[in-house]
Protein backbone atom coordinates (compact mmCIF):
# COMPACT_ATOMS: atom_id res chain seq x y z
CA UNK A 1 0.00 0.00 0.00
CA UNK A 2 2.96 1.96 0.60
CA UNK A 3 4.36 2.34 -2.64
CA UNK A 4 0.73 3.30 -4.25
CA UNK A 5 0.54 5.70 -2.43
CA UNK A 6 3.98 6.97 -3.04
CA UNK A 7 3.39 6.34 -6.45
CA UNK A 8 -0.08 8.60 -6.60
CA UNK A 9 2.10 11.26 -5.09
CA UNK A 10 4.49 11.05 -7.49
CA UNK A 11 1.84 10.79 -10.41
CA UNK A 12 0.18 14.29 -8.99
CA UNK A 13 3.76 15.87 -8.97
CA UNK A 14 4.17 15.27 -12.01
CA UNK A 15 0.92 16.15 -13.42
CA UNK A 16 1.19 19.40 -12.15
CA UNK A 17 4.90 19.92 -13.06
CA UNK A 18 4.60 18.85 -16.52
CA UNK A 19 1.14 21.03 -17.05
CA UNK A 20 2.86 24.08 -15.31
CA UNK A 21 5.83 23.74 -17.14
CA UNK A 22 3.66 23.75 -20.67
CA UNK A 23 0.75 26.58 -19.52
CA UNK A 24 2.68 28.16 -16.95
CA UNK A 25 -0.69 28.61 -15.32
CA UNK A 26 -1.08 27.17 -11.58
CA UNK A 27 -4.97 26.99 -12.11
CA UNK A 28 -4.93 25.19 -15.07
CA UNK A 29 -2.30 22.87 -13.84
CA UNK A 30 -4.73 22.21 -10.81
CA UNK A 31 -7.42 21.36 -12.64
CA UNK A 32 -5.63 19.06 -14.36
CA UNK A 33 -4.03 17.40 -12.12
CA UNK A 34 -7.14 16.46 -10.29
CA UNK A 35 -9.79 15.99 -12.99
CA UNK A 36 -7.46 13.83 -15.40
CA UNK A 37 -7.39 11.22 -12.59
CA UNK A 38 -11.22 10.97 -12.46
CA UNK A 39 -12.02 10.76 -15.91
CA UNK A 40 -9.21 8.11 -15.86
CA UNK A 41 -11.34 6.56 -13.65
CA UNK A 42 -14.42 6.37 -15.23
CA UNK A 43 -12.60 5.59 -18.67
CA UNK A 44 -10.54 2.46 -16.56
CA UNK A 45 -14.34 1.59 -15.73
CA UNK A 46 -15.52 1.12 -19.07
CA UNK A 47 -12.31 -0.40 -20.77
CA UNK A 48 -12.73 -3.15 -18.04
CA UNK A 49 -15.93 -4.00 -18.83
CA UNK A 50 -14.95 -3.79 -23.15
CA UNK A 51 -12.25 -5.74 -22.28
CA UNK A 52 -13.62 -8.62 -20.15
CA UNK A 53 -16.53 -8.74 -22.85
CA UNK A 54 -14.31 -8.63 -25.66
CA UNK A 55 -12.25 -11.61 -23.84
CA UNK A 56 -15.34 -13.52 -23.08
CA UNK A 57 -16.62 -13.69 -27.53
CA UNK A 58 -13.02 -14.67 -28.37
CA UNK A 59 -12.92 -17.71 -25.58
CA UNK A 60 -15.74 -19.88 -24.73
CA UNK A 61 -13.97 -21.75 -21.74
CA UNK A 62 -12.71 -18.64 -20.45
CA UNK A 63 -15.81 -17.16 -19.90
CA UNK A 64 -17.19 -20.30 -18.06
CA UNK A 65 -14.32 -20.01 -15.57
CA UNK A 66 -13.80 -16.01 -15.37
CA UNK A 67 -14.70 -14.94 -11.92
CA UNK A 68 -17.80 -12.11 -12.42
CA UNK A 69 -17.21 -8.27 -11.10
CA UNK A 70 -19.83 -7.37 -9.09
CA UNK A 71 -21.83 -4.44 -10.90
Do not use: C
Not at 5 to 18: E, P, R, W
Not at 44 to 69: I, L, M, V
Amino acid sequence: MAKTLAFGGLHIVTSFSVTYIITGSVALSGAVTFIEPAVNTVVHYFFDKFWERDRRAGNPAAAAQAPTSPA
